[in-house]
């Protein structure tokens, strides 16, 4: 199954190969078979990376998961620590200043996860949203110049006159 990309590579193609309609600069006669497949091929494709994109905020979930586990089972950890220096005073008081320090370390430290996961996968997601963008304005551009082409040779064919063959441009 080709890309996105590889597929916007050969509309472009497509456009390349197409032959300039007579008078006109930016017009062209293209292959609208060829054309209806590769549109029709995003589309089967653009599922495809929508679901790349959901599995990204899924392992995002995944890792925000795991970092709040870590940070509870490391809050676990300084608790039970505090508990077995509760005889002595002195070290009591000194085991819950670490356990503090451990269990706001490990809120920064699963904050910072959970914030680096949001920013990639937004980065992701706006990746995917710009290939979509992109993707859908080739695509509206592609169908304005099939359009555009077919009203040229609609027209040209209810004037009488041929726009397919360079001997009729010549009369």
């Known amino acids: 199954m080709k890309s996105i990309e590889e597929l916007l590579g050969e509309l472009e193609a497509v456009m390349d190969r197409a032959k300039s309609v007579p008078f006109s600069s930016d017009k ?12 029709e091929d995003i589309r089967i494709n653009l599922p495809q990376e929508i679901r790349q994109a959901k599995a990204i905020v899924a392992e995002r979930s995944t890792i925000v998961a795991d970092a709040n586990k870590e940070a509870q089972d490391i809050l676990n950890k ?4 505090a508990k077995a220096l509760l005889n002595q005073e002195a070290i009591y008081k000194e085991a819950k200043e670490k356990a503090e320090k451990l269990l706001a ?14 920013v990639y996968s937004d980065s992701i997601l706006l990746q995917t949203e710009d290939t979509v963008n992109q993707n859908l304005e080739t695509i509206r551009q592609a169908r304005k110049n099939l359009r555009e082409a077919a009203r040229e040779k609609a027209a ?5 006159r041929r726009t397919d063959t360079p001997a009729d441009d010549e009369e």
């Open 105 to 118: 370390a490990s809120e920064e430290q699963a904050s910072e996860i959970l914030r680096g996961t949001f």
């Open 78 to 81: 300084a608790q039970e620590r």
């Open 28 to 39: 062209c006669i293209v292959d609208s078979e060829e054309l209806n497949r590769i549109v």
């Open 156 to 160: 040209a064919a209810k004037s009488g």
